[in-house]
Structure formats: C-alpha cells, structure tokens
Nanobody, 117 residues
Framework: VQLQASGGGLVQAGGSLRLSCAAS????????LGWYRQAPGNQRELVAD???????NYADSVKGRFTISRDNAKNTVYLQMTSLKPEDTAVYYC????????????WGQGTQVTVSS
C-alpha cells in the first residue's frame, strides 16, 4: 500500500491550496480516506475524512473552509483548503483505513503547509 501526498507549500493568510493523495495497493473505492495534520509540539489530529460512499466529517476548526473529496477513477483523495490561517500551518498526512484486502492503517509521507500572516 502506498499513499503519495502532494500540493503543500507556502501561502499567505486568506489564500488557498489543494492537497492531493494518490493511493495504490488496495481497493480504493471500498475504503475510507482521511487527512490529518501535525504542527510542531502538537499531537497529530484529524482534519477531515471521507467514507467509501462519500460521507464526510470535519474538524470544527476547518468546517466551512476545507473540503475533502475523492476520485475513485483516479484513486486520489483531495483536500481543498481555503481561507487559510496561520494556525493551519502543519505537516498534512493522508490516511487510509483499509478493511478486507490488505487491511491496516496506512499513512502517506506528509506534505508541509505553511501559512504566513
């Protein structure tokens, strides 16, 4: 199982970024995906997740600003981030909680998002 995250970078407060995570090695369409983040000195926290049938869940801190989506044809999960704030600065990780074939909890390598004030 591989998860390859991309799309991070440096952006000014109020700006936008879109993260992508390309997945392989498991049946993408049947499994839940998520994005987590970890800021220096903090625990890794859930940002958003999306179920196999498209139901979404968001941390209160990003509701209304971030949107998670998935493209099963491309085996890719996205995180569209708008109205970014300095407190969104963190390393963002994609996650796959795989059931059945190759069951397990898998993480991508992380992508840095830095929001300047």
């Amino acid at each position: 199982v591989q998860l390859q995250a991309s799309g991070g970078g440096l952006v000014q407060a109020g700006g936008s970024l879109r993260l992508s995570c390309a997945a392989s090695g498991f049946i993408f369409s049947l499994n839940a995906l998520g994005w987590y983040r970890q800021a220096p000195g903090n625990q890794r926290e859930l940002v958003a997740d999306i179920s196999s049938d498209g139901n979404t869940n968001y941390a209160d801190s990003v509701k209304g600003r971030f949107t998670i989506s998935r493209d099963n044809a491309k085996n890719t999960v996205y995180l569209q981030m708008t109205s970014l704030k300095p407190e969104d600065t963190a390393v963002y990780y994609c996650n796959a909680h795989v059931r059945g074939f190759r069951a397990g909890n898998y993480w991508g390598q992380g992508t840095q998002v830095t929001v300047s004030s």
